[in-house]
């Protein structure tokens, strides 16, 4: 079942979805709400003498904590659904609260401030230009990095790294 937020599947109330804000979570509103991690895995053998390695293709829908999707290769070897504590404050003003999690979104998080920095290293570069052709956008992406590693790299010899 796909659900975008302008469009709801059909037979199913606008109130039992989580898009509005303020309606209680109970049995009925968790008909748009997926208890386990939506995971699809592909396992890929590779014919006998093929110089290629056999690999594990991974697919992980996280709807429950949001619309996040990470989809990965030979990165989970597992993808468990469990509850992980957090904590805030300290002596008798600390809070305790769990999270739901699973492997998949633990990676997620742990990784995702790469991105971010990335994104903060290319905003010096200024490969932007204004076009209709939407492969442009990808493309100057693409030549960002490629600047950025191949200066790093620079830096890294000219140090003696």
Same mark, same amino acid.
């Given at each position: 079942?796909?659900?975008?937020?302008?469009?709801?599947?059909?037979?199913?109330?606008?109130?039992?979805?989580?898009?509005?804000?303020?309606?209680?979570?109970?049995?009925?509103?968790?008909?748009? #709400?997926? =208890? *386990?991690?939506?995971?699809?895995?592909?396992?890929?053998?590779?014919?006998?003498?093929?110089?290629? +390695? $056999? &690999?594990?293709?991974?697919?992980?829908?996280?709807?429950?904590?949001?619309?996040?999707?990470?989809?990965?290769?030979?990165?989970?070897?597992?993808?468990?659904?469990?509850?992980?504590?957090?904590?805030?404050? #300290?002596? =008798? *003003?600390?809070?305790?609260?769990?999270?739901?999690?699973?492997?998949?979104?633990?990676?997620?998080? +742990? $990784? &995702?401030?790469?991105?971010?920095?990335?994104?903060?290293?290319?905003?010096?570069?200024?490969?932007?230009?204004?076009?209709?052709?939407?492969?442009?956008?990808?493309?100057?992406?693409?030549?960002?990095?490629?600047?950025?590693?191949?200066?790093?790299?620079?830096?890294?010899?000219?140090?003696?790294?």
């Amino acid at each position: 079942m796909t659900c975008r937020r302008d469009r709801l599947p059909e037979g199913i109330p606008k109130d039992a979805f989580h898009y509005l804000k303020g309606i209680k979570v109970d049995h009925r509103t968790r008909v748009a #709400r997926f =208890e *386990q991690p939506i995971v699809a895995v592909k396992h890929v053998n590779q014919k006998e003498g093929s110089e290629k +390695k $056999n &690999y594990t293709r991974t697919h992980v829908s996280f709807q429950s904590t949001g619309g996040t999707n990470i989809s990965s290769v030979n990165a989970l070897s597992e993808n468990v659904l469990y509850v992980r504590e957090r904590k805030k404050g #300290r002596g =008798e *003003q600390q809070r305790k609260w769990g999270i739901e999690m699973c492997n998949a979104r633990e990676l997620y998080l +742990k $990784n &995702y401030s790469a991105v971010d920095k990335m994104d903060q290293a290319l905003i010096n570069w200024r490969v932007t230009y204004r076009s209709w052709r939407w492969w442009h956008a990808p493309m100057r992406h693409g030549k960002a990095i490629a600047m950025s590693m191949a200066y790093q790299l620079y830096l890294q010899c000219t140090e003696g790294g």
